[in-house]
């Protein structure tokens, strides 16, 4: 049997609630509005991540970053190995390629914390449980940086994951 090269690709798109509104809505309804951002070229974030090694860079100083979509990015990059670890290891037991869409869910607390992270199935094209339960894991080990109106922050972001002989 020939060894499978691997390559993981990311796309990421961002979908990250708005800071609110100076005024409120005369209802009391609070009103948002939602940035989006696309990472043009799915290598971006790969090409920016670290080596999965020792000799590793340290983790992005969240604490001089605003919170940004780039930031976001940013965070997520720092992490991209892992991401990719876990679909190696679901390739390497499944033994077939699999390729698809993962699309995640987390809420970045007022302390940058990941909270309620989950992957939304309805949306998500690859349905390994174990794969989830490991994309997870490392989504909730994430730090970033602190919203700056100190509220939740949802965010949506899909990993498109493909495998490359």
Do not use: W
């Not at 190696?88 to 940058?112: C, P, Y």
Request: charged letters at 25%.
């Amino acid at each position: 049997m020939k060894p499978i090269a691997l390559c993981v690709v990311l796309a990421a798109t961002l979908a990250l609630a708005a800071p609110p509104q100076a005024k409120k809505p005369a209802s009391g309804a609070e009103s948002s509005a939602v940035m989006k951002g696309l990472v043009k070229d799915a290598t971006d974030i790969g090409s920016e991540s670290p080596k999965a090694d020792p000799n590793a860079a340290p983790p992005p100083d969240v604490t001089k970053m605003p919170f940004t979509q780039d930031s976001v990015k940013t965070v997520m990059a720092y992490h991209y190995p892992k991401i990719q670890a876990c679909y190696e290891e679901t390739l390497a037991s499944k033994g077939k390629v699999l390729e698809g869409k993962l699309l995640t869910s987390f809420v970045v607390t007022a302390e940058g914390m990941v909270k309620d992270a989950k992957i939304l199935k309805k949306t998500t094209t690859l349905r390994d449980p174990k794969l989830h339960d490991c994309v997870v894991a490392v989504l909730s080990t994430m730090t970033f940086p602190k919203p700056p109106d100190a509220r939740d922050r949802p965010i949506e972001f899909p990993f498109n994951l493909k495998a490359i002989r």
